[in-house]
């Protein structure tokens, strides 16, 4: 089994910028690559960002290409999501999620086994 706790949410005006952490407990050592998803109100879950554990290698959703990064810290079992530039339409619950294997694609919900509780993010206007 596989924890997560996310953190690093809050209210923050247009153009502003936060950063989420999302740290892993348990059997971390069975993660292939992790991944970062938003649910805005009345919206489905869409991935904002994926790395692969091994690798570090990183791939985006073109809404959020150029202004996230995702990293991670492979001695702290963390991965991270830096936002910059961020505008309202970034308002969602942040979630983040651990693949133990590669099946389906990154952009699929179903692609991933593990979830964390989900943070927060508003964007003033």
């Known amino acids: 089994q596989v924890q997560l706790e996310e953190s690093g949410g809050g209210l923050v005006q247009a153009g502003g910028s936060l950063r989420l952490s999302c740290a892993a407990s348990?059997?971390?050592?069975?993660?292939?690559?992790m991944g970062w998803f938003r649910q805005a109100p009345g919206k489905e879950r869409v991935v904002v960002a994926h790395?692969?554990?091994?690798?570090?290698?990183?791939i985006y959703a073109d809404s959020v290409k150029g202004r996230f990064t995702i990293s991670r810290d492979k001695d702290k079992n963390t991965v991270y999501l830096q936002m910059n530039t961020l505008k309202p339409e970034d308002t969602a619950i942040y979630y983040c999620a651990v693949r133990s294997e590669y099946r389906d694609t990154w952009r699929d919900v179903g692609a991933y086994d593990y979830w964390g509780q989900g943070t927060q993010v508003t964007v003033s206007s």
């Open positions: 790395i692969t554990w091994s690798g570090g290698v990183t």
């Open positions: 348990g059997r971390t050592f069975g993660a292939v690559a």
